[in-house]
């Protein structure tokens, strides 16, 4: 499940993908991210590859549609895994319970039936 995440991960940022844009390169990080890398005063380059990002054209970034999809993929997965966590300590907090339960009634019809 870790490995999955960090696939939908920015590596600018290190959140999430979000809004997630195809370099010419093929790279893919954060809309937002990209901005920021193109609004430095330095010569802008891919964190990955380290090719010109030099006139790139932010508006015309095509959006990687595989790239969404893993991030909700990963967060229906987190969700779902912490739904599954909660749901088994709920069973074994029953199980503790119907465990307590039997003893008690033991315990009761032990007195009652004279066997304490």
């Known amino acids: ?8 991960e ?6 999430p993908l979000r809004n997630p844009k195809y370099l010419p390169c093929a ?3 954060c809309f937002h991210c990209i901005v920021r890398l193109c ?3 330095r010569r802008t380059l891919c964190p990955i590859c380290r090719r010109s990002l030099e006139h790139l054209c932010l508006s015309s970034l ?3 549609s595989y790239a969404e999809s893993l991030v909700r993929a990963c967060e229906m997965l ?3 895994g912490e739904t599954l966590a909660t749901q088994q300590q709920k069973a074994a907090d029953d199980r503790r319970s119907d465990e307590q339960l039997v ?4 315990a009761y019809f032990a007195y009652y039936s004279g066997g304490a």
């Open 62 to 64: 095509p959006t990687n």
């Open 103 to 106: 003893e008690s009634f033991k």
């Open 39 to 41: 609004e430095q005063p």
């Open 78 to 80: 987190n969700a779902d």
């Open 27 to 29: 790279h893919t990080f």
């Open 1 to 8: 499940m870790e490995d999955l995440s960090r696939c939908a």
């Open 10 to 15: 920015c590596a600018v940022c290190f959140q």
